[in-house]
């Protein structure tokens, strides 16, 4: 298994362009994430998802939009790029935690990252 | 707010030297909490995660302590080794079961 991989490693945009950043995961998890990291700070959720067609805001999702149309693939959007966007976003999956055949409410399996793409808006 | 914080931005140790990692937690309902190692460039890294109906769990040369009634979670790391060099973030789930709180992470430094 590729595991958790991201698309570009790293990108520059000009203010207001658009870009999509790409993320797809082969060990077949129902929850996907996007989370940004700024110099020095730990992580940030933006959207979240429990499973294809299913995407929930996370903590700083402004700016953001996402879309998860199939279990492996879960896409970032930024519409109009800011300086403020400019970060290294992280998409992670998860399994969903279900105990024998019973989804336990408060088990999940631990979140595999990817490797991140470096995004730089100028 | 509820939130995950580190005691401290910065430790370096000397290699052969035991490490000790702290982190204090304020959301009293948060059952289940993650190391994560993130070496520079890369994506965060599991090391080990404990259940709020345990106090202590062991792997391999890492060991993670949790004590509810202060809610203080540490992260051990024995024999530290140059390649153990990265920061350290402890996240938890605050009652939520997918939606990980994370703390700003502490740099470890190794020293040969």
């Known amino acids: 298994n590729a595991g958790v991989t991201q698309t570009p490693k790293f990108r520059i945009l000009k203010i207001g362009q658009s870009m999509t950043l790409q993320c797809t995961q082969d060990m077949n998890h129902n929850y996907m994430y996007w989370y940004r990291q700024d110099p020095g700070m730990g992580l940030k959720l933006i959207y979240y998802s429990v499973g294809a067609g299913i995407t929930d805001k996370g903590e700083v999702p402004n700016g953001y939009n996402v879309s998860r149309s199939t279990t492996e693939d879960f896409p970032l959007r930024l519409e109009l790029a800011a300086p403020s966007q400019t970060s290294v976003y992280f998409c992670?999956?998860?399994?969903?935690?279900?105990?024998?055949?019973?989804?336990?409410?408060?088990?999940?399996?631990?979140?595999?990252f990817g490797p991140g793409t470096r995004l730089t808006v100028l | 707010g509820e939130s995950v914080g580190l005691h401290l931005p910065t430790l370096s140790v000397q290699e052969g030297d035991n490490s000790i990692i702290n982190c204090a937690y304020s959301n009293s309902a948060s059952d289940y909490f993650i190391w994560y190692k993130q070496e520079s460039g890369k994506g965060p890294q599991f090391i080990i995660d404990?259940?709020?109906?345990?106090d202590k769990r062991q792997g391999q040369r890492v060991t993670v302590l949790l004590n509810k009634t202060v809610k203080h979670l540490s992260l051990q790391i024995a024999a530290t080794q140059p390649g153990d060099s990265a920061v350290y973030f402890c996240?938890?789930?605050?009652?939520?079961?997918?939606?990980?709180?994370f703390g700003k992470g502490t740099l470890l430094t190794v020293n040969p």
């Open positions: 996240a938890d789930l605050g009652g939520s079961n997918y939606k990980l709180t």
């Open positions: 992670a999956s998860s399994g969903d935690g279900k105990v024998g055949g019973s989804y336990q409410a408060t088990s999940t399996d631990t979140q595999y």
């Open positions: 404990i259940r709020s109906n345990m």
